[in-house]
């Protein structure tokens, strides 16, 4: 029995995934060893790294002037990893946690980050609306933002206009729908949502932007892209295994016809969720401000924090785990990223119709 999991990361990974993970881990693909005893130096490890750039390439339509990398550290090492190699001086969107913590590590570097956008005082309920202004100083070396919130259920719908190049924090809809790379200088994202297993973080970024390194002379050797970039991933040991299962998760979403249908797909899920919430505002009340909803994290609290409690046991009780809201948030929070059958959003959600208090 498999358990509708709205776990927020790591969460929910496709079954078929999995199942073929199964399948190869003692032998891999008729080799005699398993993709865990393998060197990362060794030719079957090399051709699991190019088919899986291969494939996130072919998905993301991206042009020869980008590059993908696979690191270790989570996004959390890109918070400093970003202004350490773009330059000190960057412009923030402060749209919650995630993005708090990409200033705090520009600061802790020393790399000066201007905030540009905050919503803090409102709660974190909504994003910079398409066309609201943002003042990036014109000299700044680029403009980052977490395009979705997983904590407090907002997402940008557009990518923000701005005059100096983009970087963004991609995380928790990174493939959940199509995105035109070449707006951004460098995206980055934890595997551990909509791409993989954690321990494995993507970037995406421009050839140029990695492989010219512009940071303090004191920088690390680990935390300079340029280094694995030349390195093409493999300048220590990555997280093999880990890459391995993002390979297998980036041909499953090739097989159900790429990034167009996830994103036909996750918009659908979304709405059965924000549907009963809208319909049933009474109990149900919704985090994000309409415009700024999430398609992969659905926030929503229930009028007091006890009815909240018998609703998730009733949640728990029809298989539904990790609604448990972030503690900042307090109330529900549904994770549903790419891998969440649509199934089980309709567990979810015919529970939410149904729920008397
Ligand atoms: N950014 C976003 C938007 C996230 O959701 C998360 C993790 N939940 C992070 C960054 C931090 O990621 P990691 O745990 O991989 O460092």
């Not at 415009?291 to 009780?317: C, G, H, I, W």
Request: with cysteine; hydrophobic share 40%.
């Amino acid at each position: 029995m498999r358990l509708h999991n709205f776990n927020a990361g790591p969460s929910i990974l496709p079954l078929p995934v999995l199942e073929e993970a199964k399948a190869n881990l003692v032998d891999h693909q008729g080799l005699g060893l398993s993709v865990l005893e393998m060197s990362h130096r060794s030719p079957p490890f090399e051709a699991i790294v190019d088919r899986a750039k291969g494939t996130l390439r072919r998905l993301l339509s991206l042009p020869d002037a980008y590059e993908i990398l696979f690191l270790q550290g989570g996004a959390s090492l890109q918070f400093a990893m970003v202004p350490l190699n773009l330059g000190a001086g960057g412009a923030y969107v402060n749209t919650g946690v995630w993005s708090q913590k990409a200033i705090k590590e520009a600061q802790i570097t020393g790399c000066a980050p201007q905030v540009v956008w905050s919503d803090e005082a409102g709660g974190f309920r909504r994003v910079p609306a398409p066309g609201e202004r943002l003042e990036v100083p014109a000299g700044a070396p680029y403009l980052h933002y977490t395009s979705n919130n997983t904590i407090f259920g907002t997402h940008f719908e557009h990518v923000p206009d701005a005059d100096v190049p983009l970087v963004c924090d991609m995380s928790s809809d990174f493939l959940a729908a199509p995105h035109d790379p070449t707006r951004f200088s460098l995206v980055y994202a934890g595997a551990q949502k909509n791409a993989g297993p954690s321990g494995v973080t993507i970037v995406v970024g421009r050839r140029d932007v990695l492989r010219t390194f512009r940071g303090p002379a004191t920088t690390p050797t680990m935390l300079r892209y340029q280094i694995h970039a030349e390195a093409d991933s493999l300048y220590n040991t990555p997280s093999t295994f880990g890459i391995w299962v993002c390979a297998l998760v980036f041909d499953w979403i090739e097989g159900l016809g790429g990034l167009e249908a996830m994103g036909r797909r996750n918009a659908e899920k979304a709405r059965l969720l924000y549907d009963v919430i809208d319909r049933r505002s009474d109990l149900f009340r919704g985090h994000a401000e309409r415009e700024s909803r999430s398609l992969m994290n659905v926030t929503f609290t229930l009028p007091t924090p006890e009815l909240e409690k018998r609703f998730l046991q009733d949640a728990e009780r029809a298989g539904c785990i990790g609604l448990k809201g972030h503690r900042l948030v307090g109330g529900l929070r549904a994770s549903i990223y790419n891998a969440m059958p649509r199934e089980s959003v309709e567990v979810l959600a015919d529970l939410m119709d149904r729920w008397q208090p």
